[in-house]
């Protein structure tokens, strides 16, 4: 018998695969090499399944699709709609599949018609029940009547068919609707699209930590570097304060991983690399810190700029687009702050930075 690899590596990630698990196509074969059969001089003369502990066994696919949205704000009794900014979550298409195996038999073009059609014969014929492999079966029919083992070859191929609807995870998307409630936003769904990876959140002002981790230690480095550049500008006896403004109740990002793992399943003449996508998630949750840079002379104006920093952090405008659109939530904190300070102590004041920012407390990955 012929020294051929019987494997078949079924590996989801595929591009070809990929494509098919997105469409609306009920199956899937694996492909021959056209080239490879041209190379040969090979002609298909058959196929058939091929049972095996593996035939009709069950896998999973799982693919990421984003979801883009227009936010709005709703005002006055929630007849009025106020354009925010476009925000998106992402949801995992689950499919189970049904995996087949299949044996293809091709001869030799050049083989006469006799010795073809022996060939074929036996690899209709073959019974697992009682003639073992099949490969072995009919080498052995052909070696009876003169032919050789380069006149013809099997190929193994596999087969996947979607095992009824997929099912959706939308946990981060129904994070995002908690998020923004319906009594005060509105969230008008524009398109989906098929992604390969997670869109990363911006990082101005994001303070990352572990679980359990304290923030102040890299808070304070920040506020130390522009003091430094205040102190640049004439700005040199400034004092600060940092308050911790709000944590909200729901993670402000669902994260999703895919990752490959794979493994091989074999019996004694049969093997099976099986290659799947697993999709891992962690959350984060997260914690609104203000801060305030101000002049030393201006501490018997501290109970104002404690107000306005609080005040203008849990503002709708800001707290409403502060996860998905950082920086404008930003420039809008640093205005609402520095006009509610005019408007209670009646005078601007120089050497004065408020400042915004999240601290994300990133959990572990695990399996969703």
């Not at 996947?160 to 995870?169: S, V």
Request: with cysteine; proline share 5%; glycine share 4%.
């Amino acid at each position: 018998m012929r020294n051929v690899d019987r494997g078949v590596n079924i590996d989801l990630s595929e591009e070809e695969i990929v494509t098919f698990l997105r469409s609306r196509n009920p199956s899937y074969t694996q492909p021959v090499d056209a080239d490879y059969l041209t190379a040969k001089g090979l002609v298909d003369k058959g196929t058939r399944a091929v049972p095996t502990q593996f035939s009709n066994t069950g896998v999973t696919s799982y693919l990421l699709k984003k979801k883009n949205y227009d936010l709005f704000k709703l005002t006055n009794g929630s007849r009025k709609k106020i354009y925010l900014n476009k925000v998106s979550s992402v949801v995992i298409v689950i499919q189970s599949l049904i995996v087949r195996y299949h044996a293809n038999i091709f001869v030799k073009a050049t083989l006469d018609l006799s010795k073809t059609g022996l060939i074929v014969r036996a690899f209709n014929a073959f019974n697992p029940a009682n003639d073992g492999d099949i490969e072995a079966y009919i080498t052995a029919n052909a070696a009876k009547n003169g032919i050789g083992e380069t006149d013809f070859e099997l190929i193994f191929r596999f087969e996947l068919l979607k095992d009824g609807n997929p099912t959706i995870n939308d946990i981060q998307d129904k994070q995002l609707h908690d998020l923004y409630n319906a009594e005060k936003y509105y969230l008008l769904l524009i398109s989906e699209e098929w992604i390969d990876g997670i869109p990363t959140p911006p990082k101005d002002n994001v303070i990352v930590i572990p679980p359990g981790g304290d923030p102040i230690p890299k808070i304070d480095d920040l506020i130390k570097r522009e003091k430094e550049r205040l102190a640049g500008q004439g700005c040199s006896a400034t004092k600060t304060f940092t308050k911790k403004i709000y944590t909200l109740p729901i993670p402000t990002m669902v994260e999703f991983m895919l990752k490959t793992e794979c493994h091989w399943e074999q019996n004694d003449c049969w093997k099976v690399r099986v290659c799947l996508e697993k999709p891992y998630m962690r959350e984060t949750f997260t914690t609104i810190f203000a801060t305030m840079i101000y002049s030393v002379d201006q501490d018997g104006i501290i109970n104002i700029l404690e107000h306005c920093v609080t005040q203008s952090a849990l503002a709708a405008a800001v707290i409403g687009i502060i996860t998905e659109n950082f920086p404008a939530a930003l420039a809008a904190f640093k205005v609402l702050t520095l006009e509610c300070i005019k408007e209670h102590a009646l005078e601007e004041f120089e050497c004065m930075v408020p400042d915004l920012f999240l601290v994300d407390e990133v959990k572990d990955w695990h399996p969703v």
